[in-house]
């Protein structure tokens, strides 16, 4: 049955802004791992830049303010997510996790946050209506951010641990040293404890805040300490003993460890940043210039496949293994090159030896043969010089013809695959010729696009479509 429960001012301050700071760090999450969850139209969206994640949470909570219950509260965020998502993800079970948290969030309604530089005071007691609208639990983040600093990823990946949610989060610094990490801090919703320089001042402000925080939020039922301090332990324990839940939190070169002192498990997060896979098509235009080079370099036409992965790594910081992994085409680097036969040609002497590669190219002719009457009827209009010049689909077919005819020495004998012709479209106008045809808005793939070119013959082979000269 639908919750029609009127919003109170507490839950706009809190619920509202818990809800819009939960969504925020959620499509940034999301845009990072599967950028393939997010729309199309806002993939492009810089989701992680903490100006435009103040933006979107005043918006949303601007937004949900306009709510008059927390059914509607939930529709609201419900329908927003809808647009900014693919279809396929909303009917997700992971969506469906997301949601349930957003439903948590918008039911649970939180204590007084502690007040700068001093320990929070001990909340009125509540009347009789209050008592009874009082949350199941809430959880709380303590932060030694001299110590231990904590990315937004991060703290979703927190809250994702626990099972009630993070309403209270304290942070603990000289913050007179910490240039402007109050002024992001404070933006993500922290409430700032200020302490005067000095070893472990953090730590031990920290601690005698914590030890005394069950006092002041008797609803809190889990809490994180977040240090890589080992002294700290000493307050994990005092506060366990009444009964909390208590996360330690620490760090460990590239991860974060995350220990369930109740029960012992241990979570890990990694803070290596996940690169962006490369599309394939982009990639075979990357390894190829890159042996062009080598090949320039050093004279010679066969390239060890070692070289050209180190190379690799060095111009994208990407490894190729796992590119080839990402891409479901294997496990090894060659793997990739074994994809394009049409593109490279492998040669391994033996067991004993590396793995050569080179491209498979088309030569060209010292010279370019003398043309008949036809072919110059054919070929009378120059080729674009450059993108913008393409302005029509007339100009698009020229600039193909010119590449085929390149490719090809100007024989209708001969032809091109059709990788070949995309790669080198892409390397002469530097725009995909997929995307150009996009654009038009023709409702055509390449390959259709080319059988309704005049001049140019598209046959399909053994070894894949194959492009010509009419």
């Known amino acids: 049955m639908p919750d029609r429960t009127p919003l109170s001012a507490t839950q706009e301050s809190v619920a509202i802004s818990a809800i819009s700071r939960y969504i925020a760090q959620t499509l ?47 529709q609201t965020a419900k329908n927003y997510l809808q647009i900014l998502l693919t279809p396929q993800f909303i009917n997700s079970v992971q969506f469906s996790k997301i949601f349930a948290k957003i439903q948590q969030l918008a039911t649970a309604q939180t204590a007084p946050a502690p007040s ?30 001299e110590n231990l600093q904590l990315t937004i990823e991060t703290e979703k990946f927190l809250e994702g641990i626990c099972h009630y949610p993070v309403q209270i989060k304290v942070a603990f610094a000289n913050w007179r040293s ?70 330690q939190v620490r760090k460990q070169i590239d991860k974060i460890i995350v220990l369930n002192s109740k029960t012992g498990q241990i979570e890990t997060h990694s803070l290596a940043t996940l690169p962006e896979i490369t599309p394939l098509e982009q990639l075979v235009i990357q390894l190829k210039e890159l042996i062009k080079k080598e090949q320039q370099r050093t004279s010679a036409q066969w390239i060890k496949i070692s070289t050209i992965s180190a190379l690799f790594k060095e111009n994208y910081g990407l490894a190729l293994n796992q590119l080839a992994e990402q891409h479901l085409l294997g496990n090894k680097t ?17 067991e004993k030896f590396q793995t050569y590669v080179t491209l498979f190219e088309v030569k ?19 080729a674009p010089a450059k ?18 005819s390149d490719l090809t020495g100007n024989s209708p004998d001969n032809s ?54 009419k």
């Open 178 to 247: 910490m240039g402007k990490k109050d002024a992001e801090f404070h933006q993500r919703g922290y409430q700032l404890i200020h302490v005067p320089p000095g070893k472990d001042s953090a730590d031990l402000k920290m601690a005698t805040v914590g030890a005394s925080i069950f006092v002041h939020y008797p609803t809190a039922k889990e809490i994180f300490v977040c240090s890589s301090d080992r002294a700290l332990t000493h307050l994990s324990n005092t506060l366990q003993a009444h009964g909390l839940t208590v996360f």
């Open 334 to 350: 060659r793997d990739i090159f074994l994809k394009y036969p049409t593109e490279f040609v492998l040669h391994k002497p033996s």
């Open 364 to 382: 060209l002719p010292p010279h370019p043969p003398i043309l008949n009457n036809k072919e110059n009827s054919n070929n009378t209009q120059a």
């Open 28 to 74: 940034t999450s999301i845009h990072e791992q599967h950028p393939e969850w997010i729309a199309e139209k806002y993939r492009k969206t810089p989701w992680a830049k903490p100006d435009f994640q103040a933006v979107l949470m005043g918006k949303l909570t601007k937004t949900f303010k306009a709510a008059s219950d927390t059914n509607s509260l939930l």
């Open 387 to 404: 993108l913008t010049d393409i302005n029509s689909l007339e100009d698009l077919e020229t600039a193909l013809v010119k590449i085929v």
């Open 416 to 469: 091109v695959f059709l990788s070949n012709l995309g790669s080198e479209f892409h390397r002469q106008y530097g725009k995909q010729i997929t995307q150009i045809i996009k654009d038009f808005n023709i409702g055509r793939k390449f390959p259709k696009f080319l059988q309704s070119c005049a001049s140019l013959q598209l046959t399909k082979t053994e070894k894949g479509w194959q492009v010509s000269l």
């Open 116 to 145: 700068q530089n001093t320990v929070s005071p001990k909340p009125p007691t509540p009347t009789a209506h209050q008592t009874n609208s009082l949350p199941a639990g809430i959880a709380i983040l303590l932060l030694d951010v």
